[in-house]
């Protein structure tokens, strides 16, 4: 479960895969398949949420980190490579990296 | 906070706008107003958290709503239209409904 907060001071990455629909759950069988297998063992992952777009066309991966380092030495091991090879021959990728600056919840009932 | 899950049957809106980084905290002032002041009061809101990109090109609003006919009569209300417009008139904007497919958390150190 992930929890978002903006007292946590994690780096989040937001980053959006553009599909074609037919090609969908197969991005999604992938990105659950290196996560599961690799990029949650790596040093700094805190979490990550992985959606899927209601129109076909998206597959998003929220996910937290502790540090930038700590993601970009994930994306230099070259045991999840081909999978995000793979990921990529499939989508057009846009990347964003965050911080959470506000939260809301719902507004009590008057 | 939000929490995300799989298992929690709400629908996840993640709206990507676009920005020119000169505008980007003024994007930031404007969305945390009109939430705050308007669409967490609205029926069906559960969550939302608002993100700044470390690159200053993009804010992204991550929203949990229990519906999309609650999250469509918000976007009816003629109240908070003002502040979207200011918004799309400074910012390209992505949307994206989404459900949550799966959850990682980090494995446990060996």
Known sequence: ????SKDAYLITFINVFAVDPANQSRLVDL???VTDQFVR???GFVSSS???S???TK???YAQWHS???YEA???DPRPLPYFRRALAMARFEPGSYEVVEEFAAAPSP
């Open 74 to 76: 994930m994306r230099q």
């Open 68 to 70: 930038m380092a700590d």
């Open 41 to 43: 063992y790596a040093r």
């Open 31 to 33: 990105l659950t398949k």
């Open 59 to 61: 597959v998003t991966m």
């Open 1 to 4: 479960m992930t929890t978002i």
């Open 54 to 56: 209601l129109d076909g």
């Open 50 to 52: 992985l959606h899927r």
